[in-house]
């Protein structure tokens, strides 16, 4: 083998590995507890417009379950899709089983959108899902409090971050939702 075709196998190689490690490193990749226990692999919503948060039931911000619902409401059928994901993290503001949350969520917001099971989400124990979310979304760095906004584009990458003074029904964020849904 010539130093050429080594060079090129190696680049190759160097490719194939960056493209593994892009797809692994990816926010919707893996599997995560729907909040009724069931297995939910990630990858199932690849290709969607998605839009990923930390919520609490005993939070300031909790009336966001509201403005959430309503842009889910407005673009699911357009491929857009939120995903809830409880935490305990600040203020022990979701003290709460997943069978309380989802009654709450329920009863006080009729919250359809997928929820699942309450998970970390800063620290030395936060879930696999923000770290990935935490380390590559522009601007990087920890959550601050409940009711953080990732959103991820069609190709997976993360489109935006909206800190939780940011509501559902500010227009930067339906600007944003139309912008992903329109690439």
């Known amino acids: 083998m010539s130093l050429s075709q080594i060079l090129s196998l190696f680049l190759a190689l160097s ?8 797809r692994a ?4 990749s893996g599997r995560m507890k729907s909040i009724d226990g069931q297995d939910v692999d990630l990858d ?6 998605v839009l990923i948060v930390n919520v609490a039931s005993r939070c300031g911000a909790t009336p966001q379950y509201a403005g959430l619902q309503k842009l889910y409401e407005k673009y699911k059928d357009q491929g857009f899709v939120i995903l809830g994901f409880p935490a305990n993290d600040f203020g022990a503001q979701e003290p709460g089983s ?3 949350i989802k009654e709450f969520c329920t009863a006080k917001y009729d919250v359809t959108f997928p929820m699942f099971s309450k ?16 380390e590559s979304a522009n601007p990087a760095g920890e959550i601050g409090w409940n009711f ?8 997976g990458e993360i ?3 909206f800190k939780t003074r940011v509501a559902p029904d500010d227009p930067t964020v339906a600007v944003a939702i139309e912008a992903a849904l329109a690439k």
């Open 15 to 22: 490719v194939v590995g960056l493209a593994v490690t892009a």
């Open 148 to 155: 953080e906004k990732f959103l991820i584009a069609k190709d």
């Open 159 to 161: 489109a935006a971050r």
């Open 44 to 49: 199932a919503y690849q290709g969607k417009v």
């Open 119 to 134: 998970i970390t989400v800063k620290g030395p124990a936060k879930a696999k899902l923000y770290q990935v979310l935490t």
């Open 25 to 28: 490193e990816s926010p919707l």
């Open 98 to 100: 997943d069978e309380q």
